[in-house]
């Protein structure tokens, strides 16, 4: 019965896509292509998103940097003296040296969780942008359809990709002209 009913939605499917094809073949559709891991990298959107990023994230970096250094320092200090040092001076060191182990492996996970956060949360945002961005220009250009990441094949002459990155450079522009007024 399943086996039946998939059978007879494949047939449906495929006699709407021969019509939709027949409609498109009939009419004249203005269709456009984006790149949109193009506009990922290229957008300015995306750089100055990155940057934020970096900044937000570069004084936890370097004190990460800074305790992996302490650490390697201590245990350079402890395999050296080891030999000389007391039991108890000994366990002491040893087990110092353990929790700042785990410290730093605390709050190099603590940092990595937050920066993967953070660059989702970004993302999404951008993504957004993009899409808002696709969507005005392609209305604007009276475009019927636009496709995105599942294109096998697009020519030049479809592929509008260069003409959203040129509104998403003008938007970004305009909007920090307007915050640099503020």
Do not use: W
Not at 25 to 41: C, F, M, Q, S, Y
Not at 54 to 78: H, M, S, Y
Not at 144 to 155: H, M, N, P, Q, R
């Amino acid at each position: 019965m399943f086996s039946n009913s998939m059978h007879g939605l494949k047939g449906v499917g495929a006699a709407c896509l021969l019509a939709v094809s027949s409609v498109a073949l009939g009419a004249d559709l203005n269709i456009g292509v984006v790149n949109i891991a193009r506009l990922l990298e290229d957008a300015p959107q995306a750089r100055a998103a990155m940057q934020s990023l970096q900044d937000e994230f570069a004084p936890r970096q370097r004190e990460i940097v800074g305790k992996q250094k302490e650490l390697r320092e201590q245990e350079e200090a402890f395999q050296r003296d080891a030999a000389v040092m007391g039991e108890a001076e000994r366990r002491s060191s040893e087990k110092t040296l353990r929790d700042n182990q785990r410290e730093l492996a605390r709050r190099q996970n603590e940092y990595l969780e937050d920066l993967n956060l953070r660059r989702n949360e970004e993302l999404g945002r951008l993504q957004r942008s993009l899409l808002q961005e696709v969507q005005n220009y392609a209305r604007s250009a009276n475009y019927d359809l636009i496709v995105g990441d599942s294109v096998l094949f697009a020519s030049e002459a479809v592929d509008i990709t260069s003409a959203v990155l040129a509104g998403l450079e003008s938007r970004f522009q305009a909007e920090n002209a307007t915050s640099s007024n503020q």
